[in-house]
């Protein structure tokens, strides 16, 4: 167990329908990041936020967005979804400055 | 911007045998280097990872990487592989530093390591 928690585990969606995903980082870290995994783009980094600030941006797409609380639990939004977005979502977290990440065990996400 | 390619997209060995996966990156900073194992149906779990000074790094579960600056390499290898080494392996690089802090990784495209009986 890394210590992250993501839920949901499964979303089934269609399109164009919007969706809330859920990281809570593990004690003490106050970097999170977000992952898309998908078969044909693989792992891709799309946004990491610092102690509720957002620190670094991928590649993420202007219908996604995400947030850090005060918390320091984060939320990934996604909009307006299209087919192409169903993929799995990682969620990852880290004490912050050069060290590795915890992953948690991700949200598969399927648009239908 | 860094970018990380991962030779043979599957890897097949005998139970037993020396595992190798390989991994070349290309960084414009000497970059930090990772590598992660993820099983299926889970998340990433970090197997090890290159930061700075020595150039052979051990993880855990017995693998090892070695890194070699004039090849811009960070090959995984383990030397007897055990059926539970069954997954998929990620080599990832992050640039030190950028972003005043962490940034995202740069993975690359996974090897699905089998080990056949």
């Known amino acids: 167990d890394s210590g992250v928690t993501q839920t949901p585990k499964h979303l089934i969606t269609a399109t164009g329908q919007r969706v809330t995903l859920r990281c809570s980082p593990r004690?003490?870290?106050?970097?999170v990041y977000w992952y898309q995994q998908s078969l044909d783009q693989g792992l891709q980094f799309l946004i990491q936020?610092?102690?509720?600030?957002?620190?670094a941006k991928g590649n993420i797409l202007e219908r996604f967005s995400a947030q850090q609380f005060p918390d320091l639990h984060s939320e990934l939004n996604l909009s307006s979804l299209e087919l192409g977005d169903s993929a799995l979502y990682f969620c990852a977290s880290s004490t912050g400055g050069n060290t590795e990440a915890f992953f948690g065990q991700g949200t598969r996400l399927t648009v239908v | 911007a860094q970018s990380v390619t991962q030779l043979g997209s599957h890897v097949s060995v005998s139970e037993g045998a020396l595992v190798l996966l390989r991994c070349n990156y290309s960084?414009?900073?000497?970059?930090?280097l990772f590598w992660y194992v993820q099983y299926p149906n889970q998340g990433l779990q970090l197997l090890l990872k290159y930061t700075t000074g020595a150039t052979l790094v051990k993880g855990i579960n017995g693998f090892e990487a070695e890194f070699k600056k004039s090849e811009t390499s960070f090959h995984l290898t383990k030397p007897s592989a055990h059926m539970s080494d069954a997954a998929e392996y990620f080599c990832a690089v992050r640039a030190p530093g950028a972003g005043g802090g962490a940034d995202g990784l740069t993975f690359g495209k996974g090897t699905h390591l089998i080990i056949q009986p």
């Open positions: 960084s414009s900073v000497p970059p930090y």
């Open positions: 004690s003490g870290d106050l970097s």
């Open positions: 936020y610092y102690n509720g600030e957002e620190r």
